[in-house]
């Protein structure tokens, strides 16, 4: 009885223990990507189209997490937005990102929407993030939750 009473509650801590995210920054990382956060890449050429779709190419990479199924953790509260002034406007556009952690580079084109005013060639800035991708950690067998953030000065151009 004391036997199978140790066995509830030591399975009872794991299941606690898979339940409650650890901080990104306490926990390593299994796999390819920085331990503990998403590594994002922008690159430095966007193209517009009809002044208001940009196409941002961005490079996400973080280690290996496993979700609640076995398979690579994923998560679809990511974006990109994309700032440009010109005069004493600034136009504003975004686009959705999702992100998978499963140790491996992923290169996405992500298509971004002016939200206010119509965009031109020129300079602007693009930021990419990621945000809440939780799984287990194959190696520490945590489980944790990770983010990764990234600005980049971009040229963005007409085709």
Same mark, same amino acid.
Request: a negative charge.
């Given at each position: ?8 509650? @030591? @399975? ?11 901080? @990104? ?49 994923? %998560? ?19 686009? %959705? ?28 800035? @693009?930021?990419? %993030? ?26 963005? %151009?007409?085709?």
């Amino acid at each position: 009885m004391l036997k199978n009473f140790a066995r509830v509650l @030591a @399975a009872g801590a794991f299941v606690l223990a898979a339940v409650i995210p650890t901080t @990104a920054s306490a926990a390593g990382g299994g796999g390819g990507g920085t331990p503990g956060q998403v590594t994002m890449q922008i690159d430095p050429n966007v193209t517009l189209s009809d002044k208001q779709l940009l196409a941002v190419t961005v490079t996400q990479s973080c280690p290996l997490l496993i979700d609640f199924n076995g398979n690579p953790a994923t %998560s679809q509260f990511g974006g990109v937005s994309v700032q440009e002034v010109r005069g004493n406007v600034i136009a504003h556009a975004f686009g %959705s990102l999702s992100t998978v952690c499963d140790g491996a580079a992923h290169t996405t084109t992500v298509m971004v929407l002016a939200e206010d005013h119509p965009f031109h060639s020129g300079t602007g800035i @693009a930021q990419a %993030s990621a945000f809440n991708v939780c799984g287990t950690d194959p190696t520490t067998l945590m489980f944790e939750c990770i983010n990764g953030t990234t600005t980049q000065i971009v040229s963005i %151009s007409s085709h």
